[in-house]
């Protein structure tokens, strides 16, 4: 079975109050549990994390590496400027797949750049909670026919 590591960033916590006329009306409870839904159609085992913490989502990066097959991740602003974040998940050398909610392009100048985009296999962003589920479609085309690496207990 296909393990997916999902990691969503700084203030996802707060979809559904935040910025909604930017991020809608939608929570990450109920991302999650869309998540959960479309992992168990798909076949596959999803363990999914938030955190305010660049320190934490590093650990759990790490922690995908012994653990996951795959990587989705949202890194919130930290896709901008944390080059730890983006060192972490080139150390994890696992399949990572960038998910954004909105088309950072279309936004403000300073979310153009990513830095992680240059580690990971491919970028979603633009088509809200659907890029994560995007992703997971993506993971099994990626890793379908590729063994699957890490921790096999």
Do not use: W
Not at 96 to 108: F, P, S
Not at 129 to 143: F, K, S, T
């Amino acid at each position: 079975m296909i393990r997916i590591q999902v990691i969503h960033g700084p203030n996802l916590n707060m979809l559904g109050h935040r910025e909604r006329k930017v991020y809608g009306n939608i929570s990450l409870l109920e991302i999650d549990s869309m998540i959960h839904a479309e992992a168990e159609r798909l076949g596959l085992q999803v363990r999914i994390d938030q955190s305010n913490s660049e320190g934490e989502i590093i650990d759990l990066i790490h922690g995908a590496a012994l653990e996951a097959d795959c990587l989705i991740i949202n890194a919130g602003a930290y896709t901008h400027y944390s080059y730890a974040i983006r060192d972490a998940i080139a150390a994890a050398d696992l399949p990572t797949i960038e998910v954004h909610l909105t088309n950072i392009y279309a936004r403000e100048d300073f979310r153009h750049k990513s830095l992680i985009a240059p580690v990971a296999v491919g970028q979603i962003a633009g088509f809200g909670y659907n890029g994560y589920l995007l992703a997971m479609a993506e993971a099994v085309h990626l890793l379908g026919n590729r063994p699957i690496v890490g921790n096999q207990q």
